[in-house]
């Protein structure tokens, strides 16, 4: 080839040697190859060297995990990406993508939620988990088995909570039974647990194998050892009920719990059972989140500390001590992401019916919107838009930087779940009432009605879509009705386009 003709690269009035030149190339952005490739024709060989197309394109962070003989044209894999990534940003302003819904009759009414990576877990009152892979497009599920055997009469207990990571699946039950799923073997579980009482809080951690449960006044953390056999590696005895609970991710060594009760905030570490994070008497916490390094969380004040409103409260894990009060509402947060936010980003619900993102080198919000008349349930951002979920069974997203609507999605029951990536989006809307009038156990019937059973919403706004599968359900009418409707456009006519 050309390249390995060329030793000596002309610079002016020297020459230097290729590997000298491109070093110097290193230092320049796209367009200033660009302009460099019109110079001449070593020059051009020079700026469109693979290495300097492959270290700008890992730079902009696209294909992080390939080498650099994966592509013979890096700067045109550059382009690709940036195009796609163009792409898929219009297909979520303007709503264009496919949507499915995830239903499973017989599961009677929907209790959790969680997703991880576009894999999503659901319980029932039944007592049934179920999977569905969003990515393969795939929603033929399976059905992981219960921990009942076949001899076992009667209902089986509610599910209370699940979680799901890259390789496990966890289920709490009503009955204080705890079911752990390897996601790469299998629909028996791999373990089992039991708490004598019901169970408050479930966290899995984010990766790995590790499950925190809270119940009564305890808190077990359970992971295999290193034989691979699970083992109940913490207990910890707290003073008050456990409302909120998490795992704190990237730990070395043994597992960090941050457990909220009540208006306590612990950090369960095993060398250190007890250590109390914040405690302010009478000022409940009402939601929580954890970072690799920091925990945030709601706190509400009453009314004979008028001076201090309800705020969200920062702190670091490594050291214990408070870095932010951040807002000052009426309303009391009642969601926070913080692990799933961009660095130095932290988005907040409230009841007060605002969505607020805060800015953690600052304390102030950058922006708040009026999202949900009856308050905000979850919240998850990225470094241009935010989704949101309200009580009131609306998902709406917004363009951070315009303070705009997008566009806002209705089902009937509270938003209990939100999650999203680049290119797809999961909501989950869960109703309050697990026993609906006229559904009782004993019951005939396997079903329920499916205004109660709650659903979960599956988006994909990539352009790998087929343009069919593209088009929202609604959308894919044979023009024998009368009458059609648009979602991009508002009202639209049949024949609109003949």
């Known amino acids: ?31 200033e190859l660009g302009r460099c490739a019109q110079v001449s024709r070593t020059w051009k060989v020079l700026a469109e060297d693979e290495v300097l197309w492959y270290r700008l394109c890992q730079q902009e962070g696209y294909l992080l995990d390939t080498s650099i003989s994966d592509h013979s044209c890096w700067k045109l894999a550059l382009k690709n990406c940036r195009a796609r990534e163009r792409t898929l940003k219009t297909n979520w302003k303007n709503r264009i993508g496919a949507v499915s819904q995830l239903r499973y009759e017989l599961g009677k009414i929907l209790c959790d939620v969680h997703s991880c990576d576009g894999v999503v877990i659901a319980g029932y009152t039944s007592g049934e988990v179920r999977l569905w892979d969003t990515r393969t ?64 809080a479930l966290a899995l951690g984010s990766e790995g194998a590790t499950v925190a449960t809270a119940s009564g006044f305890e808190v077990k953390v359970e992971s295999p050892n290193d034989r691979g056999f699970w083992q109940t590696t913490e207990t910890f005895e707290i003073q008050k009920l456990v409302n909120f609970l998490n795992l704190v991710p990237d730990v070395t060594g043994s597992p960090v719990t941050v457990a909220a009760a009540e208006d306590v905030v612990y950090l369960l570490k095993a060398e250190d059972p007890g250590k109390i994070l914040h405690s302010v008497y009478g000022q409940p916490v009402t939601c929580l989140d954890v970072s690799a390094h920091e925990a945030a969380f709601g706190v509400k004040t009453f009314g004979w500390l008028l001076n201090e409103p309800n705020q969200i409260l920062l702190y ?146 990539s352009v790998d879509q087929l343009a069919v599968e593209s088009i929202f359900p609604i959308c894919r009418s044979s023009y024998d009705e009368v009458t059609g409707y648009n979602y991009n456009i508002g009202l639209a006519v049949p024949y609109d386009n003949i």
């Open 1 to 31: 080839s050309l390249q390995n003709e060329i030793n000596e690269v002309p610079f002016f009035d020297i020459q230097l040697p290729y590997e000298l030149a491109l070093k110097i190339f290193h230092y320049l952005g796209k367009t």
């Open 316 to 461: 670091n894990l490594e050291t214990s001590q408070c870095l932010k009060k951040m807002g000052n509402s009426l309303g009391d947060f009642t969601c926070v992401n913080l692990q799933n936010s961009p660095p130095n980003m932290l988005v907040t619900g409230n009841k007060d019916r605002r969505v607020r993102v805060f800015d953690l080198r600052k304390s102030e919000s950058v922006c708040s919107f009026y999202a949900h008349q009856l308050g905000v349930s979850a919240v998850q951002m990225d470094d241009w838009k935010i989704v949101s979920g309200g009580e009131e069974g609306l998902v709406c997203v917004w363009d951070q930087r315009m303070g705009t609507k997008l566009w806002e999605m209705h089902a009937r029951h509270p938003v209990r779940h939100v999650w999203f990536n680049s290119h797809s989006l999961i909501t989950a809307n869960i109703p309050e009432e697990k026993t609906p009038r006229g559904a009782s156990i004993m019951d005939d019937d396997l079903t329920a009605h499916r205004k109660h059973q709650g659903i979960i919403y599956a988006y994909e706004f």
């Open 137 to 200: 497009w795939d929603y033929t599920a399976p059905i992981l088995e219960p921990m009942h055997g076949p001899g076992d009469a009667g209902p089986q207990p509610h599910v209370s909570f699940v979680r799901i990571n890259s390789s496990l699946a966890v289920a709490a039950y009503e009955d204080g039974t705890v079911s752990v799923w390897s996601l790469m073997f299998g629909r028996e579980p791999i373990h089992r647990y039991q708490h004598n009482q019901r169970i408050q």
